[in-house]
């Protein structure tokens, strides 16, 4: 089961700005672990969008930016272009379930 | 570059074993963590199992405790998940990963994946 909590889908005009929610919990998101973002192009695996809350691996472009606050996270495209139409994944640590590293419910990004 | 490449997948009986091994490149296996992550059709993103770099350090997420084992093989920069009593609800794409590192909890680099099918 997932423990964050992610809206099923978001669209956006070309150029326009998306955010994509994700809500964890104590145990999880608000007792300080890093939240991180995966996107899922269609029909691959996924990909390192940004780890440590904030931080972009190299060849990630700076129209993807994310924060966290208390209990939640949030992943913003800015300037969405149609490449960007995929599913996205926000993921933590989680010292109370039944599974350590946890994912968010994942999140589709239509680009219209 | 970094390459993570799954094979062992395919269909297999409900109660039956298979293995899934990940060959990696392009970094010093033996210094980093190994994940296992999988994906049924059209649905989100499992944590199934990791292996840190000392190889004796596993965990395991409940819904495959004690059915799943996870190792590795660094002389052949590999890392396996032996898969016993299978179920149909562990049919799925199964992804092999690199950790950050051991206390790094997260994921810089996935495989392509191996699909694996229980039916009878």
């Known amino acids: 089961q997932s423990v964050l909590t992610q809206p099923p889908s978001v669209s956006g005009a070309p150029g326009q700005r998306v955010t994509i929610s994700c809500t964890g919990s104590s145990s999880n998101i608000g007792a300080g672990y890093d939240v991180h973002w995966y996107q899922q192009l269609p029909g691959t695996a996924p990909k390192l969008l940004i780890y440590g809350n904030t931080n972009r691996p190299s060849g990630v472009p700076d129209r993807f930016s994310a924060s966290k606050s208390g209990t939640s996270a949030s992943l913003a495209i800015t300037g969405l272009q149609a490449e960007d139409e995929a599913d996205y994944y926000c993921q933590s640590y989680d010292s109370s379930l039944s599974a350590l590293y946890v994912f968010g419910t994942g999140t589709k990004v239509t680009v219209l | 570059q970094v390459q993570l490449v799954e094979s062992g997948g395919g269909v297999v009986q409900p109660g039956r074993s298979l293995r899934l091994a990940c060959a990696a490149s392009g970094f010093t296996f033996s210094r980093y963590p190994m994940h296992w992550v999988r994906q049924a059709l059209g649905k989100g993103l499992h944590w199934v199992a990791v292996i840190l770099s000392d190889e004796r350090n596993k965990d395991y997420a409940d819904s495959v405790k004690g059915r799943f084992t996870i190792s590795r093989d660094n002389s052949k920069n590999t890392v396996y998940l032996q898969m016993n009593s299978l179920r149909t609800e562990d049919t799925a794409m199964y992804y092999c990963?690199?950790?950050?590192?051991?206390?790094?909890?997260?994921?810089?680099?996935w495989g392509q994946g191996a699909l694996v099918t229980v039916s009878s």
């Open positions: 990963a690199k950790g950050y590192g051991d206390y790094d909890l997260f994921f810089d680099y």
